[in-house]
């Protein structure tokens, strides 16, 4: 069993940054890779970044490439999202997540599918 806790969301004005970290605790016989996902208001939930948990490989949505920036620590078992830039679009609710499940691409890893543990999420909200 894993257990996520996310942190780091608030209210920030437009071109500001924040950094959301993402803490796992708990046994897995496998963790191939950690996402971030986001829902506003109203729509649904959406791939934002992952992150190969091993190597380090990462993948983006188009739509934070060149302003949000995933990383992990090994030792703290701790995944991050650094987000430069915000815009009022980025405004939502962020879900940090775990896949168990092993795929030669990363592209796979964009799914909500792939992904087995859930946090509860934290606020971000971008005012204009």
């Known amino acids: 069993q894993v257990q996520l806790v996310e942190s780091g969301g608030g209210l920030v004005q437009a071109g500001g940054s924040l950094r959301l970290s993402c803490a796992a605790s708990g046994r897995t016989f496998s963790q191939y890779a950690m996402g971030w996902f986001r829902q506003a208001p109203g729509k649904e939930r959406e791939f934002v970044a992952a992150i190969c948990w091993s190597r380090g490989v990462t993948d983006y949505a188009d739509s934070v490439k060149g302003r949000f920036t995933i990383s992990r620590d090994n030792t703290k078992n701790t995944v991050y999202l650094q987000m430069n830039s915000l815009k009022p679009e980025d405004t939502a609710v962020y879900y940090c997540?775990?896949?168990?499940?092993?795929?030669?691409?990363?592209?796979?890893?964009?799914?909500?599918?792939?992904?087995?543990?859930w946090g509860q999420g934290t606020q971000v909200t971008v005012s204009s």
């Open positions: 997540a775990v896949s168990t499940t092993y795929y030669h691409s990363t592209d796979y890893y964009t799914g909500d599918g792939a992904y087995d543990y």
